[in-house]
Every structure is written in structure tokens, then in C-alpha cells.
């Protein structure tokens, strides 16, 4: 990775739940979408190398207009961590009208 490029992570362990094939689905289409990008899978989480000025929040785009195309949007969003600023983790929606545990 040079100096020209920045890394963001994508913690996929609730999506792998789903389906592990969602992604290396998910890593395909990342490295498809993001210009000069490389994406590397490490077990249920991808590493994003991008050059230096793609966003954090244009990966947040992507991951959701991948979500929305495999049709699973309605069960799963991505969430930035907040301990780790380049980081995001899909999470399963809290199901409406159903007691927090």
C-alpha cells in the first residue's frame, strides 16, 4: 500500500450468517465499484484498499447498494465502528415491535 492510498475494513461476520457466498459477493463487487481499488478477504472480513481521496462514506454506499441488490437491505445495514474509524460492521435491523433483550 503506498502513501497514496488509504485501508478501511468491513467486518462481515453477521452477513456470513446469511450466507458465506454473500461475501466474496460482497468483496467482488467492492473491487468492481471502487476505482483502483483491491479487496482482500480474510475470513468474514474484507480489507479495502482504495486510493487516497475514496470516502468512508462512498464505501458505506457501495455496501448498501450491494445490500440492496442481493435483496437482503431489509435485514442487514452497515454500521461505522466507533472505536475503529475506518472501519465498518454489517449488522442484522432490530426488528420493529419486538422486546430488547
Known amino acids: 500500500m503506498s502513501d497514496s492510498a488509504i485501508q478501511y475494513f ?11 457466498s454473500l461475501v466474496d459477493d460482497l468483496g ?4 468492481k465499484r471502487i476505482p483502483s481499488g483491491e479487496v482482500v478477504r480474510e475470513g468474514n472480513r474484507l480489507t479495502v484498499n482504495a486510493k487516497a481521496g475514496f470516502s468512508k462514506r462512498e464505501l458505506r454506499v457501495q455496501i448498501n447498494k450491494f445490500l440492496h ?15 475503529s474509524p475506518k472501519e465498518y460492521k454489517i449488522f442484522r ?8 433483550t
Open 10 to 20: 468491513v467486518d462481515a461476520d453477521h452477513l456470513a450468517i446469511e450466507s458465506s
Open 28 to 31: 467482488q463487487f467492492l473491487a
Open 69 to 83: 441488490q442481493t435483496s437482503t437491505a431489509v435485514e442487514y445495514r452497515p454500521i461505522a465502528v466507533a472505536l
Open 93 to 100: 435491523k432490530k426488528q420493529k415491535g419486538l422486546p430488547v
